[in-house]
């Protein structure tokens, strides 16, 4: 047996779920909007303009949407007594996206982009420091 097939039946028996998305941050209507927006970029600088602030505007609205739909989860799991919902929102909401970096310089100012140079860089720079 291989990894996969013993993670397949692992997941198969023991009731695993995959996350599910609750909702979508874009209607269907501002999706049709920015398609409607793309089509007239380089054809009709005017609609472009107007189609771009009622994208923009409809966008804005969406996020306010879900953010409110958010709330009000958080305070039904809350009423609940769900507090580990009520914290996993909270940390959604506030979490900081951070970038990962696959890319380093070497001692020379040369950019490294492949995963085993800059794995290679990085245990040289470990064995370096005293």
Known sequence: MTKKDLVTSGRK???YA???CSERLVSEDTFKLTEAKRAAKHKDTVQYKQSK???QKKVRQDNQRHL???CVEMEEAK???NMRKVYQTA???T???TQCLHCSENKNGEKIIDSAGVAEHWSEYCKDQP
């Open 13 to 15: 028996n023991s009731g």
């Open 68 to 70: 409110h739909n958010l």
């Open 53 to 55: 602030a009622e994208v």
């Open 95 to 97: 979490h900081k996206f």
């Open 18 to 20: 995959k996350k599910k």
């Open 91 to 93: 940390r959604a909401l």
């Open 79 to 81: 009423r609940r007594g």
